[in-house]
């Protein structure tokens, strides 16, 4: 397996942790090595090491998955567990007035990432979960955290192929830039079967104490039948509630 002589130690063990994902969540040791893209012998040296500090964990099959100690760490981070229990009864709320999924997002780079899920056991089948990445363009919390990001990773998304999941997923740049205009405007966003064409998304941003966007809540809804104008204003409601817990005031800069 060719390898870079110019990895680092930590890029090397940093690549074996990022071999999982979550379309593969267990992987025997050649399939690491395979996605870390390292000789075997350095993969199961690592992976050893990995082992040991409980970062990685071995089943009876033989494949290993993500370990217990990765979990406590990551619970540490700002914007994963201590963000999702401020915003869980908020959500539980939303999914109370609605009974449909309701979702918690943060932007990492160019991607949405989904860090908590509420799912109605009658709602409509969402591809997303927990742990989850999608493109920014294509998803209503991704519309928002794309739409209160920076100019410069604005400009280098609109620059950028858009990748397209169904016929309604937004791909023109103008178009693009013209809904996150709305957005910011309006505080809300509606994704219409953007992912799937069976579900459209309304969601609001989450701002932190000094009025920064955080995070997007949404609620996920079946097309047929859908308003989403009546679900605009307990989304917007919910996403406050969190801001206000963050210690967010709407006199602060940044509030709308």
Known sequence: MPTSPNRSAAHRLLSVLAAFDTGHPALPLSDIARRARLPLTTAHRLVADLAAFGALERDASGAYHIGLRMWELAALAPRGLALRETARPFMEDLYEATHENVQLAVRDHLDVVYIERISGRTAVGVRTKVGARWPLHATGVGLVLLAHSDSALQEH??????????????????????????????????????????????????????????????????????RPSALVPPVRLAARGVSRALGWHPDRRGST
């Open 157 to 226: 998304v609109l620059a950028a192929e858009l990748a397209r999941y169904t016929e309604h997923t937004m791909t023109d740049p103008a178009r693009l830039r013209r809904v996150l205009a709305e957005v910011r405007s309006v505080d809300a966003v509606v994704s219409d079967r953007q992912v799937t064409d069976d579900a459209l998304s309304v969601a609001a941003p989450v701002r932190g104490p000094g009025g920064d966007v955080v995070a997007a809540v949404s609620v996920v809804v079946h097309v047929d039948g859908a």
